[in-house]
């Protein structure tokens, strides 16, 4: 693992060190040794730490390295302008602590690539977001969950006991609730990681810790430096008893949540502070691949909409437990439309192009990415279908923008979003299958077709058609007669005979007579309600067979 000189300098600000480099092509280093006595034959991806007065004078004669060395002597302009050596030079008589802080810093350096390496590793194996935590676990040593900012809980350090709090109510429910979130925003945790892009150290001390820490200046447990911000935290009520760390989790520059590590187990380290960055980081790319989370606009509601979609939320306590945590603005009377298209990627399309279209017909609605689809939750005033402007300038979007669309029934009960999302998409594949040319279907005009849907694996539909529309199917082809298509214009008209005689151009008696022969072919009565129903079905079956 090559380790840049600066970094390493960089590590080592508290000895005040003075750097020369003469030579930018060997800058990185891969091993550390002690500068013997005498060493002629330098290697250049090493560093060797030493007194100076180990030092060749001829260094004329040598060949190129990188060289620390530690001396109360001033450091002569020979050596550091040699052309052939980058130095670092520290004033002192400390070797020995100066060669063990660098083996410590390379250590530490090695343990941190590493750790990135195996939590990329896992990224492209795409074993999801738990695999990712279990990976942390690993490296870290310490408890890690994951939240939203919906505060749902992503992924979480499995089969350990932690006598913590917010650890508990988290894993036995999955979510954290509104009175543990009041507490953060109370404390000031929520405030102090706002768009902060470094992890944040909340380190659980007591009221004389902290002001001994201000007293004296005091730095804790480890070294504070640009890699994190330090925020104590006491007062806080027997709630949180344990020292924790917080990375926001970024998409572009959008807070999508969090990844939070107790300092259960063991003491953190310098190196714990990086690793939870690159945990965050590869939790983020991970996120990616869920186009909801690289869309929405950090809205709590788009979360819960889609928590909802997934059957996260499955009871009505959770429910109201997280709709504490939004503003629901919708009205009572609710329906799904989901919009997609015939292209690989929805996401092509600007989601915020069509939410501002749905805003403007409806008055109010949600838009989120899911599963290829964009799902759109609205709101009206009653349960009656949508008005005549709301549906012509539904069917000019879809027609302008070339996508097409499904809507769900009228419904009331949030926690029944899922059905109804269901419902929409159910809508479409009727539709399309039936009216390859439409765009805009309605669940209500495809009820008999989803159920065949469902039925059509189990037997063959034709099975439920009325015997005798093969009866009339079989007279007609025989006597060249158009008795079938009469049939299903009188069905679907609902019996309207001076509508149908008027369209057909022919006297009602004659309609009658014609009707009249039907029933004695097929031998059935169209009065008769359950004869009706059962032809009426026989043909919406036959329409779906095509």
Not at 11 to 17: G, T
Not at 423 to 452: E, T, V
Request: charged share 25%; proline share 2%.
């Amino acid at each position: 693992m090559d380790m840049h000189i600066s970094n390493l300098v960089e590590n080592l600000s508290q000895y005040k060190p003075k750097v020369y480099i003469n030579r930018e092509d060997i800058t990185n280093i891969k091993y550390i040794n002690y500068l013997e006595p005498g060493l002629l034959d330098f290697d250049p991806n090493t560093l060797y730490v030493g007194d100076m007065s180990n030092l060749e004078v001829t260094l004329d004669i040598l060949t190129k390295g990188n060289i620390l060395i530690v001396s109360e002597a001033s450091m002569p302009t020979s050596i550091s302008t040699n052309d052939n050596f980058n130095i670092i030079f520290i004033s002192g008589d400390c070797v020995l602590a100066v060669f063990n802080k660098v083996l410590d810093i390379f250590s530490e350096y090695i343990k941190l690539t590493e750790g990135s390496s195996k939590l990329l590793e896992t990224l492209s194996q795409g074993n999801g977001i738990q695999e990712i935590i279990n990976m942390g676990f690993q490296l870290i040593g310490n408890p890690i969950f994951v939240r939203d900012i919906s505060f749902s809980i992503l992924a979480f350090t499995q089969d350990i006991m932690v006598d913590d709090y917010v650890w508990k109510e988290l894993t036995s429910k999955g979510y954290q609730p509104y009175d543990g979130f009041q507490y953060l925003m109370k404390n000031g945790f929520i405030e102090s990681t706002n768009n902060v892009k470094i992890p944040v150290y909340f380190k659980n001390m007591s009221d004389a810790e902290y002001k001994t820490l201000q007293k004296e200046k005091k730095k804790i447990s480890i070294e504070q430096n640009k890699n994190y911000m330090l925020r104590p935290t006491f007062d806080l009520e027997g709630k949180v008893k344990i020292s924790r760390l917080w990375s926001n989790i970024f998409i572009g520059n959008k807070v999508i949540g969090q990844v939070v590590v107790l300092e259960a187990f063991k003491p953190f380290s310098e190196t714990d502070m990086l690793l939870i960055k690159s945990l965050s980081d590869t939790v983020s790319l991970e996120l990616q691949k869920h186009k909801y989370y690289e869309n929405l606009d950090g809205s709590k509601l788009e979360l819960l909409i889609v928590d909802l979609l997934d059957g996260k939320v499955k009871d009505q306590e959770t429910l109201e437990e997280k709709l504490k945590f939004v503003s629901w603005n919708l009205k009572k009377n609710l329906r799904v439309i989901v919009v997609t298209t015939n292209q690989k990627e929805i996401s092509n399309i600007p989601i915020k192009y069509v939410s501002g279209f749905f805003e403007n017909v409806f008055g109010n609605a949600i838009c989120v990415l899911y599963e290829r689809s964009i799902v759109v939750v609205v709101g009206t005033r009653t349960d009656k279908k949508l008005s005549d402007i709301q549906l012509e300038k539904l069917k000019q979007f879809m027609k302008d923008t070339g996508m097409f669309s499904g809507v769900s029934r009228n419904f009331c009960r949030l926690l029944d979003l899922k059905k109804y999302y269901k419902q929409a998409l159910d809508g479409i594949s009727a539709g399309k299958h039936l009216k390859k040319d439409m765009l805009l279907f309605f669940y209500d005009d495809y009820i008999l077709q989803n159920m065949f849907d469902l039925c059509s694996g189990q037997e063959a539909l034709k099975e439920f058609c009325h015997p005798s529309i093969f009866t009339l199917m079989n007279y007609d082809c025989e006597n060249k007669t158009n008795y079938l298509k009469i049939l299903q214009s009188y069905i679907m008209s609902f019996k309207n005979q001076s509508e149908l005689a008027a369209s057909m151009h022919v006297h009602r008696n004659t309609l009658y007579y014609r009707i009249s022969k039907i029933e004695e072919i097929m031998n059935v009565d169209l009065n008769d309600i359950d004869d009706f129903f059962s032809i009426y079905l026989s043909f919406k079956i036959l329409e779906y067979l095509e």
